[in-house]
């Protein structure tokens, strides 16, 4: 079936570091979205995006739609402590039905002992 | 954006038992969707729940394991039938949010643990 490649799967972050994750796709995406889960939550949306190229910025949150539409990546600038948690890519393939999103298997942020 | 609620937030049950989870969204949506999240894993779309019709099921996934019901515009419940303890997960409901049509909103979801 289809799958989304994210990577990478997980890293320690120190505070104040900037932070960069991405997601690859076989299928052309018409929308890329990125989402964050904390432990014993549901997935909150970051960021969407719609278009190819378009770059969006959240705060300190940034995402691109990649120009060949099978791609996009999140940027983290300046990390804090609260940005622990698991991130996840997401995407509607084109032809897929409504809520039938792809998502990847999540980048892990962890703090740096 | 709409917000979701869910209850059990988390059961332990045992083997060869049912259980309903329930979710209710604070506005009226269109679709609602119910989603499955292994330990450690990604999410996977289970089914559609639609509102007076029978839920659309995504491959592996079939009516006789995982009921839905859907009476209206805000309230949803799936049934994770027979358990066993590959049924072990999180089962989170969405609803498509008001940014776009392929933005989904979550429920902090529903923890089960199978013994």
């Known amino acids: 079936g289809q799958q989304l490649n994210q990577s990478p799967q997980s890293m320690f972050i120190q505070e104040g570091e900037d932070v960069s994750m991405n997601c690859t796709s076989s299928s052309i995406f018409n929308t890329w979205l990125w989402y964050k889960q904390d432990p014993g939550e549901g997935p909150v949306l970051l960021i969407a995006?719609?278009?190819?190229?378009e770059l969006t910025s959240n705060g300190r949150l940034t995402a691109q739609f990649g120009i060949t539409r099978k791609d996009s990546f999140l940027n983290i600038s300046a990390s804090i402590p609260s940005d622990v948690g698991i991130y996840f890519c997401?995407?509607?393939?084109?032809?897929?039905?409504?809520?039938?999103?792809?998502f990847g298997k999540g980048t892990k942020l962890s703090v740096k002992p | 954006s709409a917000v979701i609620s869910q209850k059990p937030s988390r059961d332990i049950c045992q083997r060869g038992t049912s259980l309903t989870i329930q979710c209710q969204v604070d506005s009226q949506v269109t679709m609602m969707f119910w989603y499955r999240q292994q330990p450690g894993q990604s999410l996977t779309l289970i089914a559609t729940?639609?509102?007076?019709?029978?839920?659309?099921?995504e491959s592996g996934f079939v009516i006789d394991k995982f009921p839905i019901s859907r009476p209206n515009l805000t309230f949803s419940t799936l049934t994770v039938s027979n358990m066993s303890p590959e049924d072990s997960s999180i089962y989170l409901c969405s609803a498509q949010g008001g940014s776009g049509a392929n933005v989904l909103t979550f429920g902090a979801g529903s923890r089960l643990t199978v013994l």
């Open positions: 995006l719609y278009k190819a190229g």
């Open positions: 997401a995407g509607q393939r084109v032809g897929g039905s409504q809520g039938n999103l792809i």
């Open positions: 729940a639609n509102q007076g019709s029978e839920a659309t099921y």
